[in-house]
């Protein structure tokens, strides 16, 4: 067999290994960089032992309340905003109270 033939297949051969060593080892790394399912925490399961239902949390520290529609929530808004004063519904959910200036239509706003 001559020299350069012989050299050229050990360098084919060394490529190859080069290669596969390579591919491994990049396939290591995006495996272990990866989520895992079975290394993924799973939330701890709730048994049915017990007799009553919790509602589930929302996750911010409070449970949403009853449902309102929008013109009950606006006034409560208002209630909170200006406890203790009468408060006039000029309707379109424009809540004010009533001893502001401009009644229905008037209140004010900058234009442009």
Known sequence: MPLNLKAAIMKIHNIRILAL????????VMLA???SPLL???PPRHHAHHASVQPRSS????SPGPAQDPEAAAMSNARKLWPGRPLCDDG???IRPCDLSGGAGGGG???M
């Open 92 to 94: 379109g959910y424009r």
């Open 59 to 62: 996750g911010y520290g409070f």
């Open 21 to 28: 060593v390579t591919g491994t080892a990049i396939g290591l």
């Open 33 to 35: 960089l990866s989520p």
């Open 40 to 42: 993924a925490q799973t």
């Open 109 to 111: 706003g900058g234009g």
